[in-house]
C-alpha cells in the first residue's frame, strides 16, 4: 500500500485531540472515583487506564490506516469472528456457574460484546453501500441484516448484559433507519417491538426485572436498587452550578455509588464539578457527533457516511442512555460512558470506532 | 468519468436531509439532559447538597426472625431469643475516644478493651459500625438506654440470637448456624446474603436453610448529624421463617445421648413403620448455643483438633465394618437363596479351613453342630464363613443392598456416607483385581471390605422388623409458615418391598428374639422387664489380631473394637428399631446392649402414659407464646 502524503496532510485533528481529551478527563475521574483518602493513593486502574488507552490508539491506527472500501472485504469474516467470540464466552461462562462477559487473553480480558458494536456498523454498512430502491426499503427486504443481527442480540442478551444488547438494537435501527428503511415500515417493527417486550422480559434475569421495576416505580424496593438511583441522584444534584472540587465528592469517597469508576462515572464527574463541568463535557461529546455528522455529509460517498453515521450512533446512544441513567430519567442499565468510563474492551472498541470516523474524513478529497 | 460520476462526488445526496433530521434530534437530546442537569443541579441543587452533607440516610435491615423446630409431638428443639450488640459509629461522635471513655464508666469495663475495639477496626470503610460487644448483657443495655444523649454513635442493634433448647442433646441433627464466608456469600448472594449473615453451616439449620431464614426486610432511615434515628423514610416489613416439624422425640433424644455420656458413639432410633427418625444422638457432641453466642477463635480450633471428632454425626458419617450385625442380612440370605435350610447343621471347630488359610471363630474351642437358630444367638463365625462362601460374595452384596446397605439414605443432612458393599464388580474397578474367593469369609461376618453406617443398619433391622418393607428414612414431617399453612409435607416413603418367605422372617426373628432373651444369648444385657427386645449384638474388629485372643481391656484405646447393637422392640409385634454403636467399646452384649435397653424403656414407659404426650404439648405451646 503506498502512503498518500495528502493523507497525511489531511489527518482530522479535531476527531482525534476531542476522543484523546475525553479519555484523559476520565482517567483523571477515575483517580478521583477510586481515590483512598487515608493511603492517599488510587490503586492500579488510572495507570491501567492509559495502558488501555495506548492500546486503543494502536486500535486506531488500524483502523484509519487501511482504506475504508475494505470493510467491503472484511466486514463478514469480522462479524463472524465476533459471534464466534461471543458463542464460546456464552458457553464457558454457563459452565462457569455465573454469568460471564470476557474471554481471559493473559494481560487482557475481552468482552467480545464490545467490539459486536463495531461489527454491527461493518455488516449494515457492507450490506447498505448499494444504492437504496426508489421508495425506501420495505421490511421484506431487508431479512438479511435482521438474520444477521438477531443472533449477535441474543448472544448478548443471554450472558446476561441487557445494556449491551440495548446499545446493539439501537445502533441496528440507526443504521437500518438511515439505510434507507420506508418510514411506514419503521413504524410497523416499532409497533412489533413494543409487542414482544414481554417476550424481552422472560429473557431477563430477576435482578434486571428488579431494576426495570424499580425505575418505573422508585418505592418499590428502597433499600436495594432504589438507593443507588436515589444517591447517584443525590450525587448529581449536591455537584451544584461549581461542584465540589476534585477529590472532593462526598457521595463518591464514602462509597454511596455503586460501580463508581465504570457505568457511575459521570455521577462522580457531576459532584466534583458541578454543572458547569457537566456542561463542558457533554458539549465535548456534543462536538464530536455534531462534527461526526459532518463528516458524514461531506463523505466522498455513500460507504463512508454510512461508516461515519454508524459509528457515530454508537456513542450518541451510549452517552444519552448512561447520562440519563445516571441522572436518574431510565432504568439501571449497564452501558459504560463512552471513551470516559474504566474498562479495555470499551475504550480499544471507542478508539477504533473514532479511527474508522477518521479514516474516512481524511480520505474524502482523494479520489 | 462521465458527467453524472462528477455530479455524485460529494458523497450521497439522499443520505443529507436524514443527516439534517439527525441533527435536530441530537440537539433535543442534548437539550433534555442538560434540562434534566439544569433541574437537579440547579434547582434541586440546595437540597440535594444538604442530603449529602448530612448523607444520613442508612439502609438498616430487619431480618425476619429464623423459623422455630419442634419435635414430632410439638416440644420446642430451636427457637430464637432477641439479644443486644452494642454497637458505635466513630463519624457519628465528635470525639470518638471520648466517648468510648465515658462508656467504659457507665459499663465498668476497661478502657483499653473499648479502645483496642475502636483502633483494630480502622480499616472499616466510613460509617460502618464497630461491634463493641455481641449479646451484652441486660445491665448494660439499661445503662446505654440511660445515657444515651451522652454517647454519640453508640446504639444498640436487636438480634435474634438462636436457641437450642437441649444443648448437645441434638446437636448434630439439629446442626448450627454461623456467619456466611465469603465463597457462600458468592453463591448465595442473589438470594439476598450479606456479609456479617448468619446461615445454616450444618445439620438441619443447614439443609432447611431456605425455608428457615427469616424473610428479608428493612428500614432506609434517616438519621441526625450524631447519628440518631430522625425518621423511617420508607420499609419493607420483615417475615419470619417458615416452622419445621421433625420427627425426632425430644425425650427419646435425650435418653439417647445420656446413654451415651462419656462413650463415643451413636443410638438411632427408628419408626420400623414409616422410617420416622426418632432419635439420632452422636457423642462426643457439641452446644449449638456455643456457635449462637459466636463462637471464639480457640473453641472453633479445639472443636476441629479434637481427636475424637466432636462435629462428626456417627449416625450417618462414620462407616464401621458392621460385625456379627451383619449375621441378620447373611441368615436371610443363606435361606432366601437355599444355601442352607434351617435345620442344615454345621460343624463348628472353633476355625474354618480356607486355602492355606484358617478363619477363626471368635470362641477359640467352637460351638460344636451349629444350626440357623443357634448360629444367630450365640453368634457362631464358622457356620457363616461356610455360608459365606457357599453364597458367594455376590450374592451377599446383593442382599446387603437390598436392605439398603451401600447406598445413602437419601436428602436427610448433607454429608451422609454410603458405607461401602464390596462385590466382584466393585473389587475389578477399585483395584483392577479380581475377588479372590479367600476374601468371601471375611465379609460374611461383616469384617473385610464391608462398612455400614449405623443409619443403615437401624433401618435394616426396622425392615426385618416390619416384614420387609424398607422405608425412606426421614427427619422432617412438614414444614408450615407461622399461620400453619403447609409449605412442605413429607410422609413415608417405601424405597423398596423385599420379598421373604414366612419362614425365613420367623427363624429368623425366632432367632433374634433369643439373642436377647434366651439363656445363651449374647445380647442378655438389652433384657428388660418393661419392654421385650429382639436383637443382634456385633464386634467390629478396629485392628487386625494376629493369633492372640486379646481380651479388650489388653489393648490400647483406640485399637479397641467397636461394640454393636441392633434390634427391634416390641418383639412381638414391632414398633421401633434401635441401632447402637460404642466406638473402641469392646464387647456389643457388654458396651451397646444395655443402652438400647434404656432407649427402649423410655419409649415403653411414654407410650404407657398417656399424660406424658398431653404435658408434652402443653409444654411446648408454653413456650411458643
Not at chain 1, 448499494?130 to 425506501?136: A, F, L, N, S, V
Not at chain 1, 449536591?238 to 472540587?245: C, Q, T
Not at chain 2, 427469616?214 to 447519628?227: F, I
Not at chain 2, 433369643?514 to 433384657?527: E, H, L, N, P
Request: glycine share 10%; aromatic share 10%.
Amino acid at each position: 500500500m503506498q502512503i498518500d502524503r495528502r493523507l497525511i496532510s489531511h489527518f482530522d485533528w479535531t476527531l482525534f485531540l476531542l476522543a484523546v481529551g475525553l479519555v484523559l478527563l476520565g482517567v483523571v475521574t477515575i483517580y478521583s472515583a477510586n481515590y483512598d483518602i487515608a493511603a492517599q493513593h488510587a490503586g492500579a486502574l488510572p495507570s491501567r487506564q492509559l495502558i488501555w488507552l495506548g492500546l486503543g490508539l494502536v486500535a486506531m491506527f488500524a483502523a484509519l490506516a487501511l482504506d475504508y472500501h475494505y470493510v467491503d472485504r472484511l466486514a463478514y469474516p469480522f462479524f463472524a469472528v465476533i459471534l464466534l467470540l461471543l458463542l464460546v464466552v456464552d458457553v464457558v461462562g454457563q459452565s462457569g456457574g455465573g454469568s460471564q462477559r470476557w474471554i481471559n487473553l493473559g494481560f487482557f480480558r475481552l468482552q467480545p460484546s464490545e467490539p459486536a458494536k463495531v461489527a454491527i456498523v461493518l455488516v449494515m454498512v457492507k450490506y447498505f453501500q448499494e444504492d437504496e430502491p426508489r421508495g425506501g426499503y420495505r421490511l421484506r427486504d431487508l431479512w438479511v441484516p435482521f438474520a444477521l443481527v438477531a443472533p449477535l442480540i441474543f448472544l448478548t442478551l443471554i450472558q446476561p448484559d441487557l445494556g449491551t444488547a440495548i446499545i446493539l438494537g439501537m445502533v441496528f435501527m440507526s443504521m437500518i433507519l438511515m439505510g434507507g428503511l420506508r418510514l411506514k415500515s419503521f413504524f410497523c417493527l416499532a409497533g412489533a417491538g413494543l409487542a414482544s417486550l414481554p417476550i424481552a422480559w422472560q429473557f431477563l434475569r430477576p435482578y434486571q426485572r428488579e431494576r426495570v421495576l424499580t425505575f418505573i416505580d422508585p418505592d418499590r424496593d428502597p433499600l436495594g436498587a432504589g438507593y443507588h438511583v436515589i444517591q447517584s441522584q443525590i450525587a448529581v444534584g449536591s455537584g451544584r452550578l461549581f461542584g465540589k472540587g476534585y477529590l472532593g465528592g462526598t457521595q463518591n469517597r464514602l462509597d454511596f455509588l455503586p460501580a463508581q469508576h465504570t457505568d457511575f462515572i459521570f455521577a462522580v464527574f457531576s459532584e466534583e464539578w458541578g454543572f458547569i463541568g457537566c456542561f463542558i463535557l457533554l458539549a465535548c461529546y456534543f462536538a464530536l457527533i455534531v462534527y461526526g455528522l459532518k463528516v458524514v455529509e461531506r463523505a466522498k460517498d455513500r460507504m463512508g457516511a454510512l461508516l461515519v453515521f454508524g459509528t457515530l450512533s454508537i456513542i450518541f446512544w451510549h452517552v444519552v442512555i448512561n447520562v440519563a441513567m445516571v441522572a436518574g430519567v431510565l432504568p439501571v442499565v449497564g452501558v459504560p460512558l463512552p471513551l470516559f468510563s474504566y474498562g479495555g474492551s470499551a475504550l480499544a472498541t471507542m478508539m477504533f470506532a473514532i479511527g474508522l470516523m477518521i479514516n474516512v474524513s481524511m480520505r474524502r478529497y482523494i479520489f | 468519468m462521465t458527467l453524472s460520476d462528477l455530479g455524485r462526488k460529494d458523497g450521497a445526496p439522499e443520505l443529507r436531509p436524514r443527516a439534517r433530521l439527525i441533527y435536530l434530534l441530537v440537539i433535543l437530546a442534548f437539550i433534555g439532559i442538560i434540562a434534566r442537569l439544569i433541574f437537579l443541579q440547579a434547582i434541586q441543587g440546595e437540597r440535594y447538597s444538604y442530603l449529602s452533607e448530612n448523607n444520613r440516610i442508612r439502609i438498616k435491615r430487619i431480618l425476619g426472625t429464623r423459623g422455630m423446630i419442634y419435635d414430632q409431638r410439638g416440644d420446642l428443639l430451636v427457637d430464637s431469643r432477641p439479644s443486644f450488640d452494642l454497637l458505635f459509629v466513630p463519624e457519628d461522635s465528635e470525639n470518638p475516644e471520648a466517648t468510648l471513655r465515658q462508656l467504659a464508666g457507665y459499663l465498668g469495663r476497661a478502657e483499653s478493651e473499648l479502645l483496642e475495639n475502636f483502633k483494630q477496626s480502622k480499616s472499616r470503610s466510613a460509617f460502618d459500625d464497630i461491634t463493641l460487644g455481641k449479646d451484652v448483657d441486660w445491665a448494660t443495655v439499661v445503662a446505654v438506654e440511660t445515657h444515651q444523649l451522652d454517647l454519640p454513635g453508640v446504639t444498640l442493634r436487636v438480634r435474634p440470637r438462636r436457641n437450642y433448647a437441649d444443648g448437645p442433646a441434638g446437636a448434630h441433627v439439629l446442626g448450627y448456624l454461623g456467619e456466611i464466608g465469603p465463597k457462600q456469600l458468592k453463591s448465595f448472594k442473589e438470594e439476598g446474603y450479606e456479609l456479617g449473615d448468619e446461615i445454616g453451616q450444618y445439620g438441619l439449620e443447614k439443609k432447611w436453610e431456605q425455608y428457615l431464614r427469616g424473610k428479608g426486610g428493612g428500614q432506609q432511615v434517616e438519621v441526625d448529624a450524631v447519628g440518631r434515628r430522625v425518621r423511617v423514610l420508607s420499609e419493607v416489613i420483615s417475615g419470619p421463617g417458615y416452622t419445621v416439624h421433625l420427627t425426632l422425640d425430644r425425650k427419646l433424644q435425650q435418653t439417647a445421648y445420656e446413654a451415651l455420656q462419656g462413650k463415643q458413639g451413636t443410638i438411632v432410633v427408628l419408626d420400623v413403620h414409616s422410617g420416622a427418625i426418632l432419635a439420632m444422638a452422636s457423642t462426643p457432641a457439641f452446644d449449638p448455643n456455643v456457635f449462637a453466642r459466636g463462637i471464639k477463635g480457640d473453641e472453633w480450633r479445639a472443636l476441629i483438633k479434637d481427636r475424637l471428632r466432636p462435629l462428626s454425626n456417627r449416625a450417618i458419617q462414620g462407616q464401621y465394618p458392621p460385625g456379627s450385625t451383619f449375621k441378620v442380612v447373611m441368615a436371610i440370605a443363606g435361606l432366601e437363596e437355599e444355601a442352607v435350610q434351617p435345620d442344615t447343621k454345621i460343624f463348628d471347630p472353633g476355625f474354618f479351613p480356607f486355602g492355606n488359610r484358617n478363619f477363626r471363630d471368635w470362641k477359640k474351642e467352637g460351638h460344636g453342630s451349629v444350626d440357623l437358630h443357634k448360629s444367630l444367638v450365640e453368634s457362631c463365625d464358622v457356620y457363616y464363613y461356610t455360608l459365606g462362601t457357599r453364597l458367594g460374595v455376590d450374592k451377599i452384596a446383593k442382599w446387603s443392598r437390598a436392605f439398603g446397605l451401600g447406598e445413602k439414605s437419601g436428602a436427610l443432612l448433607d454429608d451422609e456416607k454410603s458405607g461401602l458393599v464390596p462385590d466382584t464388580e466393585w473389587k475389578r474397578k477399585r483395584f483392577r483385581q479380581p475377588w479372590y474367593p479367600g476374601e468371601t469369609p471375611s465379609v460374611a461376618i461383616g469384617q473385610g471390605y464391608l462398612t455400614v453406617t449405623p443409619l443403615q443398619l437401624a433401618n435394616m433391622m426396622a425392615t426385618v422388623a416390619n416384614g420387609g418393607t424398607l422405608y425412606r428414612p426421614r427427619l422432617v414431617s412438614r414444614v408450615e409458615s407461622i399461620e400453619g399453612q403447609r409449605v412442605y409435607e413429607q410422609g413415608p416413603e417405601v424405597i423398596r418391598t423385599i420379598e421373604l418367605k414366612p419362614e425365613t422372617l420367623n427363624r429368623v426373628r425366632s432367632a433374634l428374639a433369643d439373642v436377647v432373651q434366651g439363656a445363651a444369648g449374647t445380647g442378655k444385657a438389652a433384657r428388660s422387664p418393661i419392654i421385650a427386645l429382639a436383637g443382634k449384638t456385633g464386634t467390629a474388629q478396629v485392628v487386625e489380631m494376629k493369633g492372640a485372643y486379646l481380651k479388650s481391656e489388653q489393648l490400647t484405646y483406640f485399637s479397641r473394637d467397636h461394640a454393636w447393637f441392633v434390634s427391634y422392640a416390641p418383639l412381638n409385634k414391632p414398633e421401633i428399631a434401635i441401632a447402637v454403636l460404642v466406638e473402641h467399646g469392646g464387647h456389643g452384649g457388654s458396651a451397646a446392649a444395655p443402652m438400647a435397653k434404656m432407649v427402649a424403656e423410655k419409649y415403653a414407659e411414654m407410650k404407657n402414659s398417656p399424660t406424658t404426650q398431653q404435658e408434652a404439648r402443653a409444654e411446648g405451646e408454653k413456650r411458643a407464646n
